[in-house]
Each structure stands twice: as C-alpha cells, then as structure tokens.
C-alpha cells in the first residue's frame, strides 16, 4: 500500500542549531504535503504545508521544500528554541483521495536542549 | 483561536462493549474527520465527512464503526463491539477546505 517514511525518529539539537526532518513517500499522485507539530498531550497542529507544485515554502523560521521527482520532501527549522521540542509528523495525501485524507510518517521526536 | 474538542480524554471499556467517541469541530467547518493513533505507531486514517455523509473510508473502517453528526454541532464515531485491538488514540479533525485540517486532543480508548 501507500507509505510515508519519516527520518531520523529521534533528534536532538542544541538551541539556536538548525533541525532538519526528512520524508519519502510512494503515492506518485501525492499533491499535498502538511507537517504536524504534537507537543505532550495535545492534537497535531498544522505548522507549514506545501503543495506539488510549488519546490520549497518559508513561514520565519520553518521551511519546507519539496524534490517530486525523488519523491521526498524535508522540514526544516532554523535557530531553533527549546519550545521547538515536540513530536513532529510528515503527512502526504493519498492517491486517489481527498487532501485530508492523509498518509502519515512516523514522527519524529525533537529535542531542543538549551 | 477556534479548536476542535473531544470527550472525553480517556475511555476504558470491557471488551464487547459499545463506545461513543464525541468530537465538536470548529464551527463554520464543513469537513470531518475520525484519525487513530495506536501506540508507537502512525496515524491511521479512518474516516471523512462531508455533508451529512461519509465521503471517504479507509480499510480500517469496518461495519463496526459508525459516524454521526446528530444535532449539527457534534460529530460522533461510534464502536459498536470493542475489540482490544481498538485500543488507541483517536482523533478528531475538522477542515474548511478539505486540506487544512485541525486536530483535536484526542481521546484515548483502553479495551480491556
């Protein structure tokens, strides 16, 4: 079936370090791609998203970009800050669906240490 | 900031046993949806909901599950015969678009 396969599943990076998430997925007819923030007992919360065709999107310290042909798309947060710690999931739609019909990563836990 | 709400936060119930799961979405959003997080794995969707019907459903979404929007407002899935392989987190998620989505807390269902 379709997947989303999310890297590293851990991360750990001093304050102020960039962070960088990455994710392949197989669903060549994939054309929306969000990110997901899940601090410690709350929901996923939407911080940045891109669609196929558009190569990288910037929201201040976050960005996304986005390589269709390869199939993988990566996060990536510059001067990151302690509350940047939390879960975060790479999500793709789904071939032949609607875009909130999502494929999910692993998620990948990260740790901004001070 | 408007935010999808989900009771309760945790639901332990005996095998066998029917559970309501309820979720109140943010209100001038048309789109639903039911998503579930079974530990240490990914989030699976299950279901969306689109006016007044089911508009997608995934493999998971068995005949022993239901979803409701009974008063307009909430918006329900329903288990009618738990298994222990229910237990999981599921979550809530309404959308304007159909492509932003906005999660609840969820809630954690124990099968016991």
């Known amino acids: 079936g379709e997947n989303v396969e999310q890297h590293p599943s851990t991360l750990s990076v001093q304050e102020g370090d960039s962070a960088v998430i990455k994710c392949t997925y197989s669903d060549s007819a994939s054309n929306y791609f969000p990110w997901y923030k899940q601090e410690l007992g709350k929901g996923p919360q939407l911080i940045i998203d891109?669609?196929?065709?558009?190569g990288e999107k910037k929201d201040q310290r976050i960005a996304v970009t986005l390589n269709k042909t390869a199939k993988h798309f990566s996060l990536h947060i510059t001067e990151t800050q302690p509350e940047d710690s939390a879960v975060y999931f790479c999500?793709?739609?789904?071939?032949?669906?609607?875009?909130?019909?999502?494929?999910f990563g692993k998620g990948t836990k990260l740790s901004v240490k001070p | 900031e408007p935010e999808v709400t989900q009771t309760p936060s945790h639901q332990v119930t005996q095998m066998g046993q029917e559970v309501i799961l309820r979720c109140v979405p943010i209100?001038?959003?048309?789109?639903f949806y039911w998503y579930r997080q079974i530990l240490g794995q990914k989030v699976e969707f299950l279901v969306s909901f689109y006016n007044n019907e089911i508009s997608e459903k995934s493999e998971i979404f068995d005949d022993q599950f239901s979803v409701e929007r009974p008063d307009g407002s909430n918006f329900t899935l329903k288990i009618r015969s738990t298994k222990l392989e229910d237990s999981a987190m599921y979550f809530c998620?309404?959308?304007?678009?159909?492509?932003?989505?906005?999660f609840g807390s969820g809630t954690q269902l124990s099968v016991l």
């Open positions: 891109i669609r196929s065709n558009v």
């Open positions: 999500a793709a739609s789904f071939r032949g669906g609607s875009q909130g019909n999502l494929i």
């Open positions: 209100s001038n959003h048309l789109y």
């Open positions: 998620a309404s959308s304007e678009d159909n492509e932003k989505l906005f």
